[in-house]
């Protein structure tokens, strides 16, 4: 039996049983115009949790719907815990905007990011292949000008730009420097954001005391907080009159470290200051920040991807635009991830597993709930199916497209998500995960019942172990090795 196939499965009984007490009462029901319908703008009630909540049903393909290819926009928060929005369980943090996309879409219980920091993740996402497959790949993440994503390497914009749609990328790229590496050079028509993997939010200063804020490949000067600057993009790019369909990656740096909120100029001034003092760590802000500030940070995030929304809206474009919200990885130090283990940077349940959520009114209904899991490299397939844009032969996905389960009704097939970071290893396979973490001894965990993976199976089942280590060795042996 599929998780879809009973209003609770065994996955969601267990996580919710363990956060019912945490997140308390019900929501009412979701009905024909009511809380959680398509096009519903009322704020969601308590959860029941972050696998189950009341007026979720379990997918189903709406198959009556037709449309012509979506517009399509991914939109990624930067270092957002699994449970940090309050439709995955978070007891203090408010999104309204983001449960809202959900009740008019599909929430993912079991999605994941395609490694677990931000450069190998975008990697995975724009190639839709494991991050070892490039050189690139395998830094994590790029923290020098040696590598990037090779212009030469199909990406999902210049397949979908091959395709007759135009392509923008506003925000973070991570994904290499200039003069060798760029959006505009790896398929996308336009992009404005910045280079690094991090940025101090009003002065645009990068890791290496670099100023960071571009428009194409040329430094544009814009002082004010970095997440306003970039929703003002992104809401004018979905509101622009386009004469084709379009993508846009939208790559908000929130709530990445540094802590600071929108209107925190002195504690901006005070990091610039030990910046230009040769402090190579004061971005890091490791002296700074609280549950509090990363509380502002979130809850920022959510009212930008709400003006964005609203622009579509206003456009007139909400019905045929396929939204894509994800996270890049696991959250970091003030992330609520319960109740997953790990953080980023780790192969646990918490360094990769990230809140999912996918909107495309003309195709699919709202209110729904999906426990397959799935990862990055799979939404680039599935982008490309759905915008009728074939992958370049000499560069197989190793991603699965999931428009025949999205839109068709297909069941998906069992097969292997597998990562590798340096020092940890991992592969998931059904309900069960095969993890090898830094102290280098291979665990079992069957995540139906265990999801903070504490109870290792591997002296119980080391047949099943024994398999699932050969699929991840055998997938390692086609990689780049580091």
């Not at 982008?383 to 699965?400: F, I, V, W």
């Amino acid at each position: 039996m599929s998780s879809s196939d009973s209003p609770l499965s065994r996955r969601a009984f267990g996580a919710t049983a363990a956060t019912a007490a945490l997140l308390g009462t019900t929501t009412p029901a979701t009905a024909a115009g009511g809380p959680g319908a398509p096009g519903s703008t009322a704020a969601p009630g308590p959860a029941d949790g972050p696998y189950e909540r009341s007026g979720e049903r379990p997918f189903r393909a709406a198959r009556h719907r037709r449309s012509g290819r979506p517009n399509v926009l991914v939109v990624l928060g930067d270092d957002l815990g699994w449970a940090d929005l309050s439709a995955y369980g978070s007891p203090h943090i408010a999104t309204p905007n983001l449960d809202r996309l959900a009740r008019q879409g599909v929430r993912f219980t079991d999605a994941y990011a395609g490694s677990a920091t931000c450069s190998p993740t975008r990697f995975s996402l724009y190639t839709g292949r494991y991050p070892g497959r490039t050189k690139g790949g395998l830094a994590e993440p790029i923290a020098d000008r040696s590598v990037g994503l090779e212009p030469t390497h199909p990406t999902l914009a210049s397949l979908l730009r091959g395709a007759g749609y135009a392509t923008a990328l506003i925000g973070k790229w991570h994904c290499g420097y200039l003069p060798d590496y760029s959006p505009t050079r790896s398929g996308w028509d336009e992009f404005f954001g910045n280079f690094g993997g991090a940025l101090e939010y009003y002065s645009k200063l990068g890791l290496g005391g670099e100023y960071d804020l571009y428009e194409g490949d040329a430094a544009y000067k814009d002082l004010r907080y970095y997440t306003r600057i970039l929703t003002e993009r992104a809401s004018e790019y979905v509101a622009r009159e386009h004469d084709r369909p379009w993508l846009l990656n939208l790559n908000f740096t929130t709530p990445h470290w540094p802590w600071i909120a929108d209107g925190d100029e002195a504690e901006s001034a005070e990091i610039v200051r030990r910046i230009k003092a040769g402090d190579a760590r004061a971005l890091w802000h490791q002296d700074g920040g609280s549950i509090g500030k990363y509380k502002e940070m979130v809850e920022d995030l959510d009212r930008s991807v709400g003006e964005v929304l609203d622009a579509l809206r206003r456009a007139g474009r909400e019905r045929d635009t396929l939204v894509l919200f994800a996270s890049d990885n696991g959250g970091e130090r003030f992330s609520h991830n319960w109740p997953l283990s790990g953080n980023k940077a780790s192969l646990q349940e918490g360094g990769i597993r990230v809140p999912t959520i996918l909107r495309w009114p003309a195709r699919i209904e709202g209110g729904q709930v999906s426990h397959e899991p799935v990862f990055s490299p799979d939404w680039t397939a599935t982008l490309l199916e759905l915008a009728a844009a074939r992958p370049h032969p000499a560069y197989p996905l190793d991603g699965t497209s999931l428009a025949g389960y999205l839109l068709r009704g297909e069941e998906l097939a069992e097969r292997d998500l597998f990562w590798r970071v340096r020092g940890e290893r991992a592969l998931r396979r059904g309900d069960w995960k095969y993890y090898r973490g830094k102290a280098g001894r291979d665990q079992l965990f069957d995540l139906a019942g265990d999801v903070r993976e504490q109870a290792d199976k591997a002296a119980l089942e080391p047949g099943r172990l024994a398999a699932l280590r050969a699929a991840w060795e055998e997938t390692d042996a086609g990689l780049l090795p580091y």
